[in-house]
């Protein structure tokens, strides 16, 4: 059957629903060459303004997913799972939930993207280890899951090539930030990956895509319910964004954070542990993890045996296992700055605001994001947080460190950062926690 | 000054004006090739769902109408009017209007269409005289104005080419219907045209564009004040397209009904003259402009004027006089269809409802029109009314004659005109006037 373009838009943009037929003839028309863009991108602006009901962002999601290759690991006769986060600086806890799975012998197939934007990218920070091997066969990648558990791969453009061309021109006609295109973008990509279970950590705050809570719990109740329309179980923890996740953001001093803490180290300054949040929300996410696999009778006992796990020295041996046969690399080669920073306060007063957004750009200024796909990184630069939102501060006091192979930018990122930063004489009102709620 | 696409269709989308300067670089760009055809339609959907403000509308008309040549008819030293109509079935009213200025020394230079959709063109109703010219030079255009006060002219590439590449663009991403960009498209090309003084037949019901009667009221009131904005004085008539105007749809068909009303005919039937609608409209128009140009003191005196003018024959001898100079060709040269037919009542009734715009695409398919650019026409194909709105019909009783060169589409045509017509035991609840409004 042949649809007309001009229909399909002509329904959107009146609020009718478009039927799964359409759809499904739309991605691939599209993907085909047979629609143009100049038609596409007036569809993807309707639907801006108009959304999609859950069976048409089911049906797209199914559309994009099956408009190129799937794994399948049905051979494993076994459940996996997966953690998806929505993105945010310093969001690295890919890093410690791999290994705590993979200790664990829950199979974790993760397909990781690249920087986008201000957010980093899980693949990027392995990156930061010369040797390691994204690019694996899909052969290598499904031998490595079924023996090791865990294993990266990159998205190939043979995965979801509907969403790779529908992303690129969302891109520049403004349509990236809509509900129904998000939740099918992100979850063409998932289903993919063949997955029986799926942990979202879903991002609100000054860092995130979605930058209220209530539009980041629509999100989560979108992508949790076109995960389960596809038979796959599904929960999802909202957490908070509002300033950088931990310690430190930028790819080699994120994959420090994350080894240390798997090494069962703090990083203690005025009797506050800047590894905490990571560590904590890692666990949370691990122990939802065991939860949703039935291996725990509750979030909280996961959370328990997800500790248990870290702290016993285990999840440290998968990740240092990994290194071994996605690599070979060592954490030693791990590179470090040449040059670092203060960002300094200028007047006293309170930490009211952080603009972890804007923080995000500094650092892709710095070199540690891209501004156009194929921009090197400067693997080594970063940010380390010396302060939290609603902190009190004192002129002169270090807010943020900043570090780079090159301090030619030092001055244009340390006057970025700091106007990142909205000091003011009374604390904030309210400071949410870092995990808001759960979606089960 | 260069802007970012992204960024302007961010504004709108967002429900953000777009200032002067971003929307005159855009129309620019645009028609340069700099902006992509996605991210004009993007916008253009935009658009639709947030509309335009007062001044984007009438910097994008500027914009549009400056993108190309203009006329320039300032050596004429006289105020030049123009009328135009938003389009419908049997609307042929510029064929007696022109006549009945041309004959008292209204300066009408007439930029005029083909046939569009389910509408016709009154460029194609003159081409239906063998011998006609329409693609005149500017030069013998603007001559036949200075010393015959009447000449039509084709629109050229070279006349709004942003309007010509945007309204293409719009015709297949469903951005036609939206008010702001109507307007703009219309405005930009009577702009062109170096008018003083306007007139608009602003069509509503089931053959126009604007189906009710406050979507019409809403476009003729941007019309009036955009065309006020650029120093054009407008009024504008809203008329009823809820049944074909007059007698006539059709090429050739339409020249000989304006003919014969030029000629003092009547087409009485059962007591009804089927040319009346056409005359009193033709008449109507020709009157408000009369009173726009201040020839007459009110519109009342100007529809006198114009109906002493008519009466008295020097309206025929314009029309006989314009077949000369834009020729040489006669009235004697109109082709007439070699089959014709008739539509009958299936089951008695009273008319409740005329589909207009199914009647029009009936047109198109009988060849009175085009499916897209370039099609030929059959000059000869057309409809005759036999019957009204509200009108009490008996099974077996003409609806409506179809003519055209070849029969061999009139059983399809049949049902399609049929089914134009809703027939049922009751007479509709309120017919509205042929003119409903007059905004001065």
């Given at each position: 059957?042949?649809?007309?373009?001009?229909?399909?838009?002509?329904?959107?943009?009146?609020?009718?629903?478009?039927?799964?037929?359409?759809?499904?003839?739309?991605?691939?028309?599209?993907?085909?060459?047979?629609?143009?863009?100049?038609?596409?991108?007036?569809?993807?602006?309707?639907?801006?303004?108009?959304?999609?009901?859950?069976?048409?962002?089911?049906?797209?999601?199914?559309?994009?997913?099956?408009?190129?290759?799937?794994?399948?690991?049905?051979?494993?006769?076994?459940?996996?799972?997966?953690?998806?986060?929505?993105?945010?600086v310093?969001?690295?806890?890919?890093?410690?939930?791999?290994?705590?799975?993979?200790?664990?012998?829950?199979?974790?197939?993760?397909?990781?993207?690249?920087?986008?934007?201000h957010?980093?990218?899980?693949?990027?920070?392995?990156?930061?280890?010369?040797?390691?091997?994204?690019?694996?066969?899909?052969?290598?990648?499904?031998?490595?899951?079924?023996?090791?558990?865990?294993?990266?791969?990159?998205?190939?453009?043979?995965?979801?090539?509907?969403?790779?061309?529908?992303?690129?021109?969302?891109?520049?006609?403004?349509?990236?930030?809509?509900?129904?295109?998000?939740?099918?973008?992100?979850?063409?990509?998932?289903?993919?990956?063949?997955?029986?279970?799926?942990?979202?950590?879903?991002?609100?705050?000054s860092g995130?895509?979605?930058?209220?809570?209530?539009?980041?719990?629509?999100?989560?109740?979108?992508?949790?319910?076109?995960?389960?329309?596809?038979?796959?179980?599904?929960?999802?923890?909202?957490?908070?964004?509002?300033e950088p996740?931990?310690?430190?953001a930028g790819?080699?001093?994120?994959?420090?954070?994350?080894?240390?803490?798997?090494?069962?180290?703090?990083?203690?300054?005025?009797?506050?542990?800047?590894?905490?949040?990571?560590?904590?929300?890692?666990?949370?996410?691990?122990?939802?993890?065991?939860?949703?696999?039935?291996?725990?009778?509750?979030?909280?006992?996961?959370?328990?045996?997800?500790?248990?796990?870290?702290?016993?020295?285990?999840?440290?041996?998968?990740?240092?296992?990994?290194?071994?046969?996605?690599?070979?690399?060592?954490?030693?080669?791990?590179?470090?700055?040449?040059f670092k920073d203060d960002v300094r306060v200028e007047a006293s007063g309170?930490i009211r605001q952080i603009n972890t957004e804007a923080l995000g750009i500094a650092l892709v200024e710095l070199g540690a994001g891209?501004k156009?796909?194929?921009?090197?990184?400067d693997?080594?630069a970063g940010l380390e947080m010396c302060c939290?939102?609603?902190?009190?501060v004192?002129a002169g006091q270090c807010l943020v460190k900043i570090f780079a192979?090159s301090n030619r930018d030092f001055a244009r990122v340390t006057e970025l950062m700091r106007a990142a930063f909205t000091i003011g004489?009374?604390?904030?009102?309210?400071?949410?926690?870092?995990?808001?709620?759960?979606?089960?």
């Amino acid at each position: 059957v042949n649809f007309l373009p001009y229909e399909l838009i002509t329904k959107k943009k009146q609020g009718i629903a478009n039927t799964p037929e359409e759809i499904r003839w739309l991605v691939r028309a599209y993907t085909d060459g047979l629609v143009p863009d100049y038609q596409m991108s007036a569809w993807a602006m309707a639907v801006w303004f108009r959304g999609q009901n859950d069976e048409e962002i089911a049906v797209l999601t199914e559309a994009m997913r099956d408009s190129g290759e799937k794994f399948n690991f049905s051979s494993l006769g076994a459940p996996r799972i997966d953690k998806h986060s929505t993105g945010g600086v310093g969001d690295k806890t890919s890093l410690i939930i791999g290994p705590i799975m993979a200790a664990a012998k829950v199979h974790m197939p993760m397909i990781a993207g690249r920087a986008l934007g201000h957010t980093g990218g899980t693949l990027d920070k392995f990156m930061s280890l010369p040797g390691f091997r994204i690019g694996l066969s899909p052969e290598e990648f499904t031998e490595n899951v079924k023996k090791y558990h865990w294993s990266l791969v990159t998205q190939s453009e043979k995965i979801c090539p509907a969403d790779r061309k529908f992303y690129a021109l969302r891109d520049v006609t403004a349509t990236v930030d809509s509900l129904a295109l998000i939740c099918a973008s992100i979850m063409s990509k998932k289903l993919a990956e063949d997955l029986t279970h799926l942990v979202l950590d879903v991002k609100f705050g000054s860092g995130a895509f979605m930058k209220t809570f209530s539009q980041a719990t629509q999100l989560a109740q979108t992508l949790k319910a076109t995960g389960e329309r596809n038979g796959v179980k599904v929960h999802a923890l909202l957490t908070n964004m509002n300033e950088p996740l931990g310690r430190f953001a930028g790819n080699a001093l994120e994959v420090r954070e994350c080894y240390d803490i798997l090494c069962g180290q703090t990083a203690i300054d005025n009797g506050r542990d800047y590894y905490e949040p990571t560590r904590e929300l890692s666990l949370a996410l691990s122990g939802q993890m065991f939860f949703i696999l039935g291996r725990a009778t509750s979030a909280e006992a996961g959370v328990a045996m997800a500790r248990e796990i870290l702290n016993s020295g285990a999840a440290r041996a998968a990740f240092e296992n990994l290194l071994k046969y996605q690599g070979p690399t060592q954490i030693e080669k791990l590179p470090e700055a040449k040059f670092k920073d203060d960002v300094r306060v200028e007047a006293s007063g309170y930490i009211r605001q952080i603009n972890t957004e804007a923080l995000g750009i500094a650092l892709v200024e710095l070199g540690a994001g891209r501004k156009k796909a194929g921009d090197e990184l400067d693997m080594t630069a970063g940010l380390e947080m010396c302060c939290r939102l609603g902190d009190q501060v004192k002129a002169g006091q270090c807010l943020v460190k900043i570090f780079a192979n090159s301090n030619r930018d030092f001055a244009r990122v340390t006057e970025l950062m700091r106007a990142a930063f909205t000091i003011g004489p009374t604390p904030p009102d309210e400071l949410l926690p870092l995990i808001a709620k759960v979606l089960t």
